[in-house]
Nanobody, 118 residues
Framework: QVQLVESGGGLVQAGGSLRLSCAASGSTFSINAIGWYRQAPGKQRELVAVISSNVSTNYADSVKGRFTISRDNAKNEVYLQMNSLKPEDTAVYYC????????????WGQGTQVTVST
């Protein structure tokens, strides 16, 4: 099992910045991808950013140039630096991880609220 705990969410003014953290514990070995999803009320959960085991990254078009994902393997943590925040970034942000144990298993954090005000 893998446990994921997010932190760093909160209320920020438009144009401001936040840094989200996700701490992974448990069977963190064999995690081949880890990243962030978000879900706004009444909307589908969408992929925000992901970083793979080879450190390649992928971002949603809506956040490219503003968000940066990174990871610290020694600490089993992943981060999402969010700059130039917009009201439309308001959502619950969920950390997720995928692990290979003969098949892929996905894990989800409880989520952290990000609210961008004007």
């Amino acid at each position: 099992q893998v446990q994921l705990v997010e932190s760093g969410g909160g209320l920020v003014q438009a144009g401001g910045s936040l840094r989200l953290s996700c701490a992974a514990s448990g069977s963190t070995f064999s995690i081949n991808a880890i990243g962030w999803y978000r879900q706004a009320p009444g909307k589908q959960r969408e992929l925000v950013a992901v970083i793979s085991s080879n450190v390649s990254t992928n971002y949603a078009d809506s956040v490219k140039g503003r968000f940066t994902i990174s990871r610290d393997n020694a600490k089993n943590e992943v981060y999402l630096q969010m700059n130039s925040l917009k009201p439309e970034d308001t959502a619950v942000y969920y950390c997720y991880a995928r692990r290979w144990v003969g098949h892929f298993v996905a894990y989800w954090g409880q989520g952290t609220q990000v609210t961008v005000s004007t």
